[in-house]
């Protein structure tokens, strides 16, 4: 059984940082890109940014560039975004994906095969 489980939402200041972690289990993990997206109250899900089995290619929404950084460690199944620079339109549920895709495309089209629970980020103003 295939489980992806987010960490590392919470309450922070505008300006302030957080770091997101989903740990995989249940898949062989460097055979997935992966990536996360968020979803705010009353919005639509959005792509937030993915990454490439290897680490070596990223992708993000215009939205975060510059700002988040997602990053994987295959060893430890993981994968993280570190979001700096916070604002208060970042606030939103944000799920870890895996895509067994080898390329992105399905990621950025809102596709995947699996997808976690979520962990609530709110930044307040």
């Known amino acids: 059984q295939v489980q992806l489980v987010e960490s590392g939402g919470g309450l922070v200041q505008a300006g302030g940082s957080l770091r997101l972690t989903c740990t995989a289990s249940?898949?062989?993990?460097?055979?997935?890109?992966m990536g996360w997206f968020r979803q705010a109250p009353g919005k639509e899900r959005a792509f937030v940014a993915g990454i490439n089995w290897s680490g070596d290619v990223t992708y993000y929404a215009d939205s975060v560039k510059g700002r988040f950084t997602i990053s994987r460690d295959n060893a430890k199944k993981t994968v993280f975004l570190q979001m700096n620079s916070l604002k208060p339109d970042d606030t939103a549920v944000y799920y870890c994906?895996?895509?067994?895709?080898?390329?992105?495309?399905?990621?950025?089209?809102?596709?995947?095969?699996?997808r976690g629970q979520g962990t609530q980020v709110t930044v307040s103003s």
């Open positions: 249940g898949l062989t993990f460097r055979n997935y890109v």
């Open positions: 994906a895996a895509d067994s895709s080898v390329v992105m495309a399905r990621l950025v089209r809102n596709e995947y095969d699996y």
